[in-house]
């Protein structure tokens, strides 16, 4: 069965480092999602992408954040320069097409900002 | 502003126990969808369900079943006869319809469910 994967697992890195976390999703789905998950609590929605471009972002998704489909497998998102509440976990998804469909999550990445 | 509440945060059953999962919402959106989703230990987010804002029909798949209510803004989950698998993290999530095709889901904090022998 097709499924979203990301890496790595486990991303550590210092504070003002630029991170790229990465996801390849479901091959023939067309809308892709970052979402974030702190510790604990809930996850939160970050970004959609559609047609090489955002289709929608949240507060979270500042200047700091940018996403970005380099070829037709991949989908990444990148943090400019990581704050210590940067750490958390970042779950990528997708879904096959228009309208709200049940997202398919990948494994995740645990980013640790120390 | 859509809005999820999930006010159990941690459920504990003997296994064979029916148990069910409550989950308020708030849209304005006059149509949208509603799902849960469990994340095991592991961490991954696994969807279980999806229903639409104008079926209130309610249905049973297996060991899940689910009961909406338009007029209370509930979407309970029950799992009947639960095992200990069955010890995860359950969230309830809203999506409206955005022109844009994208759409985005609202989470709830999640109810952790612990199923013991």
């Known amino acids: 069965e097709p499924e979203v994967t990301q890496t790595p697992s486990h991303q550590v890195t210092q504070m003002g480092q630029e991170v790229i976390l990465r996801c390849v999703p479901i091959?023939?789905?067309?809308?892709f999602y970052w979402y974030r998950q702190i510790l604990g609590q809930k996850v939160e929605f970050l970004v959609s992408?559609?047609?090489?471009?955002?289709?929608?972002k949240s507060e979270i998704f500042d200047d700091q954040f940018s996403v970005e489909r380099p070829d037709g497998s991949n989908f990444t998102l990148k943090i400019r320069s990581t704050k210590l509440e940067d750490s958390a976990m970042y779950f990528c998804?997708?879904?096959?097409?228009?309208?709200?469909?049940?997202?398919?999550f990948g494994p995740g990445t645990r980013l640790t900002v120390t | 502003a859509q809005k999820v509440t999930q006010a159990q945060t941690e459920i504990s059953v003997v296994e064979k126990e029916d148990v069910t999962l409550d989950c308020v919402y708030e849209?304005?959106?006059?149509?949208?969808?509603l799902f849960w989703y469990k994340q095991p230990p592991s961490g991954e987010l696994v969807f279980l369900i999806r229903?639409?804002?104008?079926?209130?029909q309610n249905e049973i798949s297996g060991r899940y079943s689910w009961n909406f209510q338009k007029s209370t803004s509930s979407f309970n989950f029950t799992i009947t006869a639960s095992q200990v698998v069955d010890s995860a993290v359950y969230f309830c999530?809203?999506?409206?319809?955005?022109?844009?095709?994208?759409?985005?889901?609202?989470f709830g904090t999640g109810t952790q469910l612990k199923v013991e022998l």
């Open positions: 999530a809203l999506s409206g319809v955005f022109t844009g095709g994208g759409n985005k889901l609202t």
């Open positions: 998804a997708s879904t096959p097409g228009r309208g709200p469909r049940e997202q398919y």
């Open positions: 992408f559609y047609n090489n471009e955002i289709s929608e």
């Open positions: 091959s023939n789905h067309l809308y």
């Open positions: 229903r639409n804002s104008f079926d209130e």
């Open positions: 849209t304005r959106d006059t149509t949208y969808y």
